[in-house]
């Protein structure tokens, strides 16, 4: 038996050790996750609101959450109905404006529309789709 002290110090090696596998694991999906951003602000551009619906389903948990300055929504239906009024009071195109970065099922995605620039936070289930995203307008 190892006493304590000795224990202790071998705790951060293998909080390191746990850490490189899960990024290990995470960046296996990484192509995925970078297709299914692009899903995502294509939904974000489609007018049609069935096929938005759709492409959000592909790559969304049923319960969604969305947040950003202007609305709070839970599930796909609530979330396609929130961009259908975007669309409705200022039409532009929103797109990925970068490479997603990613850490354990959490990522960052940049964008840009007709109105600036921002970055989506963006947290994933344990099968990797989309459960949560807060959107952040890059007010600089």
């Known amino acids: 038996e190892l ?7 071998h705790v951060g090696g293998w909080r390191y050790q746990l850490a490189l596998l899960a990024n290990a694991v995470a960046d296996e999906g ?5 297709r299914a951003m692009d899903r995502w602000f294509e939904a974000w551009n489609q007018a049609d609101a069935t096929v938005r619906a759709s492409l959000l ?3 969304c948990t049923l319960d969604v959450r969305y947040a950003d300055r202007w609305a709070c929504t839970e599930g796909v239906d609530d979330l396609v ?4 009024v975007l ?10 404006d ?3 970065r990613h850490c354990q099922g959490v990522a ?7 109105q600036g620039l ?3 936070v963006v947290e994933l289930d344990a099968d990797g789709r989309i459960a949560r995203v807060v959107a952040l307008r890059d007010t600089r």
């Open 3 to 9: 006493p304590a002290d000795t224990a202790k110090a």
């Open 30 to 34: 990484a192509v995925e996750l970078q």
């Open 57 to 59: 389903g592909a790559v």
């Open 81 to 84: 109905a929130h961009i259908q």
């Open 87 to 96: 669309q409705q009071h200022g039409p532009q195109e929103l797109k990925r």
């Open 98 to 100: 970068g490479p997603v």
């Open 108 to 114: 960052l995605v940049p964008w840009s529309s007709g």
């Open 118 to 120: 921002g970055d989506s």
